[in-house]
């Protein structure tokens, strides 16, 4: 049952609390973490496996390379970071004389020795000279090469169940522009203006959170029809944020059981709008257990293991729900907010280059909105059979707005990136996808909190505490995905897959580089890499 704080406080905190702690908030296992002990296994993978890291760079510039493609003999691989960094696992059988096989838009494709690959490996831009398939089609123009794309849309981006071997990560940053509190009356001594003002320094200004997993995922590219199996998962993140909002929390709760009566009740009122709060809510209390009550006991660990759980089921539920609703977004799904070959009379389009990825030919077609639809968007169209290799996107518009009685709520950045690869029998299946979305929450408001009693003589209300907030959040948000390998399955064998899953994820207060060796990953950013709890922004008091 949630305390005093939660019902009452945090209607001047919960803006804070909920929105500067959205990831905490939102995700199943906010205060419930499970540390595994891996340090055997990590041993083991080490003995069977070696790394091959570096950072790719432009051989001229000397410019990081970003979403290059790293792949080993066996046609597995890993994409660059966005500052050129990558790691990939080799297979037992690599041998020093093997090679690696690097490819980037507008660079030449080029093969390195194992043995040649150091902390960095430079590649030289392509000389764009047009192949025979590009000179052939050189008098298309853009409206044709997008019909060409929708003729063939069905053949090259099927939506055909498979099993993905993927990787996910959600980075999740807050902070705070402004977070001003006017204290106005207080008719309870211990809720002075010097007490709010310490309550409100120990709130942490700035928060940054990860999540990443290691998965098997089962399914198409629409939303609900997906199945997940998780291999390993791990949240980064200072949980002492948490520690501090349950201090606060405590603080209060033996400010009012100590000034509210037991039959009060509280009236809470924020300009037009209040609520109620009764004295069950104010001061419920946890029964005491009998520790001879066998029976009881035997229950409650019955209720822990349940719980447990339902921990382990939401935690991935929540994964699978968050790349279902990104795999929804997609271009070639009819409700795709990237409308733009479905409504291409909403943009004006031009084919603004011919490039090359790696040793393939592409279209560059730009798509500027007009003012109907929310994205611009670059697409890179394979010349050969017009399937579609990389899509850039970037909203044109605010998406969102709203200002209403002293609440402003802004969603002003959604863009990233989607890349696709050709597999036989397939078609084009995604390989790595990334969006980034930033928005602002801002409340200005009065807060009002009378507690009221029926049952004593006079007037009933007792005591009032009356304050304005003033408060703006920013957040980005930030998931990418790496699809490793893609396996067809039928519906029938589909139908049988039953999700399992017994895995929580190990909370690590510091990146640690040990924690996905023997693994597949997207190279970690320098932002995560030099992320540490110890390390985040206190509040001043």
């Given amino acids: 049952m949630p305390s005093i704080l939660l019902r009452v406080i945090l209607l001047i905190l919960s803006l804070i609390s909920s929105l500067f702690l959205h990831a905490q908030t939102a995700d199943p296992l906010s205060k419930n973490h499970t540390e595994q002990d891996s340090s055997a296994k990590k041993i083991s993978q080490r003995?069977?496996?070696?790394?091959?890291?570096?950072?790719?760079?432009?051989?001229?510039?000397?410019?990081?390379?970003?979403?290059?493609?790293?792949?080993?003999?066996?046609?597995?691989?890993?994409?660059?970071?966005?500052?050129?960094?990558?790691?990939?696992?080799?297979?037992?059988?690599?041998?020093?004389?093997?090679?690696?096989?690097?490819?980037?838009?507008?660079?030449?494709?080029?093969?390195?020795?194992?043995?040649?690959?150091?902390?960095?490996?430079?590649?030289?831009?392509?000389?764009?000279?047009?192949?025979?398939?590009?000179?052939?089609?050189?008098?298309?123009?853009?409206?044709?090469?997008?019909?060409?794309?929708?003729?063939?849309?069905?053949?090259?981006?099927?939506?055909?169940?498979?099993?993905?071997?993927?990787?996910?990560?959600?980075?999740?940053?807050?902070?705070?522009?402004?977070?001003?509190?006017?204290?106005?009356?207080?008719?309870?001594?211990?809720?002075?203006?010097?007490?709010?003002?310490?309550?409100?320094?120990?709130?942490?200004?700035?928060?940054?959170?990860?999540?990443?997993?290691?998965?098997d995922l089962h399914g198409d590219y629409t939303e609900k029809n997906q199945k997940i199996k998780l291999i390993k998962a791990s949240k980064l993140y200072d949980k002492e944020n948490e520690v501090s909002?349950?201090?606060?929390?405590?603080?209060?709760?033996?400010?009012?059981?100590?000034?509210?009566?037991?039959?009060?009740?509280?009236?809470?009122?924020?300009?037009?709008?209040?609520?109620?709060?009764?004295?069950?809510?104010?001061?419920?209390?946890?029964?005491?257990?009998?520790?001879?009550?066998?029976?009881?006991?035997?229950?409650?660990?019955?209720?822990?293991?349940?719980?447990?759980?339902?921990?382990?089921?939401?935690?991935?539920s929540y994964r699978k729900n968050r790349m279902g609703r990104l795999f929804k977004r997609l271009f070639f799904n009819e409700d795709s907010p990237f409308d733009f070959l479905f409504k291409d009379n909403r943009y004006e389009i031009r084919l603004e280059d011919f490039t090359y990825l790696g040793a393939l030919p592409v279209y560059q077609l730009r798509f500027t909105s007009k003012g109907r639809s929310d994205y611009d968007a670059v697409l890179y169209v394979n010349a050969d059979d017009f399937g579609v290799v990389r899509l850039d996107f970037k909203n044109s518009q605010i998406l969102k707005k709203v200002k209403l009685l002293g609440f402003s709520y802004v969603n002003y950045l959604s863009e990233g990136k989607a890349f696709f690869t050709k597999r036989e029998d397939l078609g084009y299946q995604l390989s790595y996808l990334e969006e980034t979305a930033a928005e602002k929450v801002g409340i200005k408001r009065p807060i009002k909190i009378i507690e009221k009693n029926k049952n004593t003589r006079g007037r009933r209300k007792q005591n009032e505490l009356i304050v304005a907030i003033d408060f703006e959040i920013n957040s980005q948000n930030k998931n990418e995905i790496v699809v490793f390998s893609h396996k067809a399955i039928d519906q029938e064998a589909f139908k049988t897959i039953k999700e399992d899953n017994k895995i929580l994820p190990t909370y690590l207060p510091k990146y640690d580089p040990n924690f996905w060796e023997g693994y597949n990953i997207i190279e970690p950013n320098t932002a995560i890499k030099s992320f540490s709890a110890a390390s985040q922004t206190k509040p001043n008091n």
């Fill in 47 to 215: 003995l069977q496996r070696e790394t091959l890291s570096s950072v790719l760079l432009d051989s001229l510039t000397k410019s990081p390379i970003a979403y290059a493609s790293i792949v080993l003999k066996n046609n597995q691989g890993v994409i660059t970071n966005e500052e050129g960094a990558f790691s990939i696992q080799l297979p037992q059988d690599m041998q020093l004389s093997d090679s690696v096989t690097v490819s980037s838009m507008g660079y030449e494709k080029k093969q390195f020795l194992l043995s040649a690959v150091g902390d960095t490996l430079l590649i030289a831009s392509k000389e764009i000279v047009l192949n025979g398939v590009i000179v052939s089609n050189k008098n298309l123009n853009a409206q044709e090469i997008v019909l060409k794309i929708k003729e063939k849309l069905s053949q090259n981006h099927p939506q055909k169940l498979t099993t993905k071997r993927l990787f996910f990560r959600a980075s999740e940053t807050q902070y705070m522009s402004k977070m001003d509190v006017d204290f106005k009356k207080s008719s309870i001594g211990a809720l002075n203006e010097k007490f709010i003002d310490s309550v409100m320094g120990l709130i942490p200004r700035n928060g940054a959170y990860f999540t990443e997993i290691l998965a």
């Fill in 245 to 316: 909002f349950e201090g606060i929390e405590k603080k209060f709760d033996e400010i009012f059981e100590q000034n509210v009566k037991k039959d009060s009740y509280l009236k809470v009122k924020s300009g037009w709008f209040s609520t109620k709060v009764s004295s069950d809510e104010l001061f419920y209390k946890e029964a005491a257990i009998d520790s001879s009550n066998v029976a009881l006991l035997d229950s409650l660990a019955a209720l822990k293991k349940e719980q447990e759980l339902k921990r382990k089921e939401s935690f991935a």
